[in-house]
């Protein structure tokens, strides 16, 4: 889905896209919806969008895909890749829009999705608040139940330890 800036007509451009999106470790693709508000500006381009996505993820506690409901509103700035940026092209901190490039007058809008949806996901993402995981040891989703490995009692000294090494354990499941 590539766009042509030299296409894009002075009083902007509005592109609705339906788009596949399949993220690494998921099988089936899912549709991203966007609309994308495109304006040019002398060689600036400015793309103010939103996407709607149902993405399927995984927990990374019970390791389950999952689906995650993303409704994000961006805006985007590219530039011509071969002109620096001058010190008065920089915008307010805070409002500043992510800076990208485009070169040979296309930019690759796809890619630009697909990287927005990449960007809203959640660094850890929960299947439920409070997902249990599964057990390290048998592996037993522990959402549907408690197995039997982890009912040794637990010293109250030691429990800190035991802390400690479910922490390792979650660390080891993200
Ligand atoms: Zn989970
Ligand atoms: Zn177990």
Redesign the pocket.
């Known amino acids: 889905m590539l766009l042509t800036v030299s296409d894009i007509p002075d009083d902007g451009l509005i592109q609705n896209l339906e788009l596949p999106i399949t993220l690494d470790d998921a099988g089936n693709p899912d549709i991203a919806r966007a609309s994308l508000k495109i304006f040019k500006i002398k060689n600036k381009v400015l793309i103010d969008g939103s996407i709607k996505i149902d993405v399927s993820i995984k ?6 895909e ?1 689906k995650y409901s993303l409704d994000e509103t961006f805006k985007e700035e590219y530039n011509p890749a071969d002109e620096p940026l001058n010190e008065g092209d920089q915008q307010p901190s805070g409002t500043e829009p992510d800076l990208g490039f485009y070169r040979n007058d296309r930019i690759d809008l796809a890619e630009l999705i697909k990287e927005q949806v990449i960007l809203s996901l959640p660094m850890k993402s ?3 608040s409070g ?4 057990c390290p040891v048998c592996g037993k ?1 522990l ?1 549907k139940g408690s197995c039997t490995c982890r009912t040794e009692e637990v010293d109250p000294r030691l429990a800190p330890l035991q802390k400690l090494k479910e922490s390792i354990n979650n660390r080891k499941t993200s």
């Open positions: 927990c990374v506690r019970c390791l389950h999952f929960l299947c439920r997902c249990q995981g599964i989703d959402n």
